[in-house]
C-alpha cells in the first residue's frame, strides 16, 4: 500500500542527487521508523535514473491477527547477571 508521504521522504533524502541513484543499479531504500512507542517500515524502488518506484509500506507482522502501518515497538536484552532482574 502506497499512501503519497513517500515522495516527502524522497525529496528529504535528496535520492535523485544521491552517488546510489546515479550508479547504474537499481536500488530498494528501505526506512525504519523506530519509535520509542511505535515503529514501522517502508520501502521504495530507486531507479539508476533518479526515479523512484512507490513499493509499500510493511502492514502484516508476525503474531498479529489484522493489518496496521505501526506496531508497538518491543525489545528484549539477554540478562546478563541474576541480579539483572527488574
Known amino acids: 500500500m502506497y499512501r503519497g ?3 516527502v521522504h524522497r ?3 535528496n535520492i535523485s542527487n544521491s552517488r546510489a541513484a546515479k550508479s547504474n543499479k537499481n536500488r530498494i531504500l528501505v526506512a525504519i ?14 531507479t539508476a535514473r533518479g526515479g523512484s518506484q512507490p ?3 510493511i502492514q502484516n507482522w508476525p503474531g498479529k491477527a489484522n493489518t ?5 515497538t518491543k525489545m528484549g536484552l539477554p540478562r546478563q547477571r ?3 532482574e527488574i
Open 5 to 7: 508521504d513517500m515522495e
Open 11 to 13: 525529496e528529504r533524502m
Open 33 to 46: 521508523d523506530f519509535g520509542t512507542t511505535y515503529s514501522a517500515i517502508a520501502w521504495v524502488r530507486a
Open 55 to 57: 513499493q509499500g509500506i
Open 68 to 72: 496496521e502501518d505501526k506496531v508497538p
Open 82 to 84: 541474576p541480579e539483572d
